[in-house]
């Protein structure tokens, strides 16, 4: 055993090999590998995963890392086999529901450039020679898709890096690690001691217990899933002549009834969702007398096979009758959003996470963290998948467990974009939440908190300000009350909740240096100054989009979202570690739970503040961008005259204890002004109309503050930013591609978000974000355009379920374009 190497990787499944080629290919070679079981085939859900590879996700980032798997198995080879056979995957409709899902599915790889096609019954009957084409109504094709040989890639990536002096060793067991100075410096091994600059986890089903070792949460849920290979079939026989041909038909999956299929040759593979989610203690898997070579296969439970049995005959005739040649309950990881964990930890620096990955993505995992790891920077937008995005409860064993199995139970299920999680709920509650939901308040879950989305009591509104209805797919988790909340607000006032963002204090003697160095604009401001800020990555992508207000000379508010709240904070921590930075100089606090944040924007909003408080809210006392200390009546309050929802208007910050009394007294003096609690729905209405970019739909990573429409909120005559560099080369260079406002041109068209944009009949980008403009009237959507098709008057199309509906590049924002209303 190594008594000492640069980096340690734990785990030599598909996720660990596929981090150490990556890092080796990039020049990272003192490395080493190590596992609990033997190599490659270590006894994990790569030993015995069925190997599909479906690219087509609702996840850019999944379908991106699928679609370069595909393309780095297609290249790996051992003894003349390839990692992959791709032999196309088919997705099989058994419902009307369905079919129209595939068409939404089809937009999807439209949006992220996967090839396609839609297959009538015969046609999936003509790729599938045993499927019964009576009992479909149609498929979707995807002709590169296919089946991974997972034992075999793992191998042949860990081949190439030994080949560049990597090294691996089987049959270690991790006993704990080391720290010094707050960060990992060695593992502790059954073998002995390694010392370390950093270590990855990609340990899998292990994984919560490397990190338990570490201090680390991992929030994943091992669980069984089922897995069956039939005898011989006689059709299967022929198609396979004899045992020659391991795999010919496509990939498929029967997701009306949580299923999915693939040859063995002569036998037909089943894999089975269907059944309760049956979770599992990984650690137990190898305590004493539990210890095999393939601790993750459990016996397999017959009860939980018998409906899926009866659904494979339906669609497979020739396989009634035929016995299990094999038959198991396999253990895959399950996190509680879905995603992958990505990233290094930000309270254990040196400690980094590859967890979570699926065969389908590891191709693509390995390498975005090797270039993180390797250049600072894994070349893409993953904010999904960061191991730092979740909140504190979001890693306890309770939630955890309860979401995983969640996610089981809904893998295969048509998900609308909208879609609420229902377990666990009422976790997080702002001071106002008694009196929303005397309202009727229709609540929304973000990081947690329960955020009202419309209210119920606001339906007498619909007499006044008349929406149209809607039906269907677009009618789900909306209701017409968000236009007429909406409607209300630009006609008089609107009282939002805004306690759920995430509030942070950024204080000490480095503190304006820090931020003026993380910041595109200029924060240097007098105390009392509010100014919007995107920070950056180095390549100039979009990392987060902030409102900061310096309420002392040496202490800014950070004000950003609820979900990428604990991400950006990971963000600050990173940057001031990096900078040198310890407390006595630098604080960095999550403030959130402290403060109750109230929206009170509309034309009436200054009459009804002015009504409850004695200082001074004239435009001239207070101007656009100002924030000050204020009370309302006995209320200690901070008002930031800045407006999200285009209109005049006050984001309000008072200690949580006195949230709900400065409710009351807002709503009390709000009476004689027409004013309306609104919810989330109308706030995302007003804001598009507006043209407020969403980031992690219109901005991230992924894009420039220039192509965003953003530049006015950079400072290139600031000496120094992070990011700076990357912004003058695109400045010189001219930008390709500029988001821009598109209006549906069909009265009452709708779309939600990601479907293609198409010029020409070819897709050309996807729809980043929208919502109807109650105002304007019309349907708005935004997308990033080619720099020559970025002009007002351009005609495009949007896909929505399989039709084309005509679009038109417009004004941004289209809504009180000069910003007379908020400046009055």
């Given at each position: 055993m190594q008594e000492a190497v640069r980096l340690v990787i734990i785990g030599s499944g598909i996720a660990g090999c596929?981090?150490?080629?990556?890092?080796?290919?990039?020049?990272?070679?003192?490395?080493?590998?190590?596992?609990?079981?033997?190599?490659?085939?270590?006894?994990?859900?790569?030993?015995?995963?069925?190997?599909?590879?479906?690219?087509?996700?609702?996840?850019?980032?999944?379908?991106?890392?699928?679609?370069?798997?595909?393309?780095l198995y297609a290249g790996l080879r051992i003894d003349g086999l390839a990692g992959i056979t791709q032999v196309g995957?088919?997705?099989?409709?058994?419902?009307?529901?369905?079919?129209?899902?595939?068409?939404?599915?089809?937009?999807?790889q439209q949006s992220w450039g996967i090839d396609g096609v839609i297959l009538s019954p015969a046609e999936c009957r003509d790729r599938i020679p045993i499927l019964d084409q009576r009992k479909v109504l149609g498929g979707l094709f995807v002709p590169t898709d296919g089946v991974a040989r997972p034992v075999l890639a793992a191998e042949a990536m860990a081949r190439r890096a030994i080949e560049k002096g990597v090294r691996f060793q089987g049959d270690v067991e991790i006993l704990g690690f080391e720290k010094t100075g707050g960060r990992v410096s060695a593992v502790l091994t059954g073998e002995g001691r390694i010392a370390v600059e950093t270590v990855l986890c990609c340990a899998g089903i292990w994984g919560p217990k490397i990190g338990r070792l570490a201090g680390v949460p991992i929030s994943l849920q091992p669980l069984q899933h089922q897995y069956v290979k039939t005898e011989p079939v006689a059709e299967l026989v022929e198609l396979a002549h004899?045992?020659?041909?391991?795999?010919?038909?496509?990939l498929l999956r029967a997701q009306d009834h949580s299923l999915y299929f693939r040859q063995h040759g002569d036998s037909w593979g089943i894999g089975n969702y269907r059944h309760a989610p049956l979770p599992?203690?990984?650690?137990?898997?190898?305590?004493?007398?539990?210890?095999s070579r393939m601790p993750s296969l459990m016996a397999f439970t017959p009860e939980h096979f018998e409906e899926c049995h009866r659904a494979s005959i339906n669609l497979f005739p020739c396989i009634e009758g035929k016995g299990l040649a094999d038959s198991f309950n396999g253990i895959f990881s399950f996190p509680p959003d879905g995603m992958p964990l990505i990233g290094e930890y930000q309270d254990l620096p040196g400690f980094w996470v590859a967890e979570g990955v699926w065969i389908t993505h590891a191709g693509g995992v390995g390498r975005a963290v090797a270039h993180w790891m390797a250049e600072g920077d894994p070349g893409a937008d993953l904010r999904e998948a960061d191991i730092n995005r979740f909140h504190p409860h979001q890693t306890t064993r309770d939630f955890v467990l309860r979401r995983g199995a969640q996610q089981y139970r809904e893998i295969y299920d048509i998900i609308h974009p909208a879609y609420q999680i229902t377990d666990p709920r009422d976790l997080r509650v702002t001071p106002v939440n008694p009196r929303q939901r005397s309202l009727d308040a229709h609540f929304h879950e973000s990081a947690g908190w329960e955020r009202p989305q419309w209210y119920g009591a606001n339906a007498a509104l619909l007499d006044r300000f008349p929406v149209t209805a809607r039906t269907g797919w677009a009618a789900v988790e909306w209701s017409p009350i968000i236009g007429a909340e909406h409607l209300a607000t630009r006609a008089a006032a609107g009282l939002f909740d805004l306690s759920a963002f995430t509030k942070i204090?950024?204080?000490?003697?480095?503190?304006?240096?820090?931020?003026?160095?993380?910041?595109?604009?200029?924060?240097?401001?007098?105390?009392?100054?509010?100014?919007?800020?995107?920070?950056?990555t180095e390549r100039g992508g979009i990392k987060c989009d902030l409102t900061l207000t310096r309420v002392a000379p040496d202490r800014f508010l950070v004000l950003t979202g609820a979900s990428t709240g604990m991400s950006d904070i990971a963000w600050l921590r990173l940057r001031a570690r990096l900078a040198?930075?310890?407390?006595?100089?630098?604080?960095?606090?999550?403030?959130?739970?402290?403060?109750?944040?109230?929206?009170?924007?509309?034309?009436?909003?200054?009459?009804?503040?002015?009504?409850?408080?004695?200082?001074d809210v004239s435009h001239a006392a207070m101007p656009y961008y100002t924030a000050k200390p204020i009370t309302l009546g006995a209320i200690p309050a901070l008002a930031l005259r800045i407006s999200y929802a285009g209109e005049l208007g006050w984001e309000i910050y008072v200690p949580a204890e006195f949230g709900a009394a400065a409710w009351d007294r807002l709503r009390e003096a709000g009476a004689s002004h027409d004013l309306t609690v609104c919810g989330g729905g109308a706030l995302d209405s007003l804001r598009i109309e507006k043209g407020y970019r969403l980031w992690g739909a219109d901005i991230h990573t992924d894009y420039t503050p220039l192509e965003a429409g953003l530049a006015w909120a950079v400072r290139f005559a600031k000496p120094d930013f992070l990011g700076r560099a990357a912004l003058l080369r695109q400045r010189e260079a001219g930008i390709r591609r500029r988001l821009c406002c598109l209006t549906l041109d069909e009265p009452g068209a709708v779309v939600l978000g990601k479907e293609p944009v198409l010029i020409g009949g070819l897709p050309v980008s996807y729809v980043t974000s929208t919502n109807f403009g109650y105002s304007v009237g019309r349907q708005i959507a935004y997308a990033y355009l080619p720099i020559d098709a970025a002009e007002a008057g351009q005609t495009v199309e949007i896909?929505?379920?399989?039709?084309?509906?005509?679009?038109?590049?417009?004004?941004?924002?289209?809504f009180d374009p000069a910003g007379q209303r908020i400046k009055i």
């Open positions: 596929s981090a150490a080629y990556h890092l080796a290919e990039l020049g990272w070679t003192d490395i080493l590998v190590i596992d609990q079981g033997p190599l490659y085939r270590t006894g994990g859900s790569t030993s015995h995963a069925p190997g599909g590879v479906f690219q087509t996700s609702p996840s850019r980032m999944l379908s991106d890392f699928a679609r370069y798997t595909v393309e995957g088919i997705e099989l409709a058994e419902t009307a529901a369905r079919l129209e899902e595939l068409k939404r599915r089809r937009g999807l004899g045992a020659e041909v391991e795999v010919s038909i496509p599992v203690d990984a650690e137990a898997l190898l305590a004493p007398g539990r210890a204090e950024v204080a000490g003697p480095a503190a304006l240096g820090f931020l003026q160095h993380l910041c595109a604009n200029d924060v240097d401001k007098p105390v009392g100054k509010v100014v919007y800020s995107a920070m950056l040198g930075h310890d407390d006595a100089v630098l604080r960095i606090s999550d403030v959130t739970r402290q403060y109750c944040g109230l929206g009170l924007w509309g034309p009436q909003a200054r009459a009804i503040l002015q009504q409850v408080t004695e200082d896909e929505y379920f399989g039709v084309r509906h005509p679009a038109t590049v417009g004004a941004d924002p289209l």
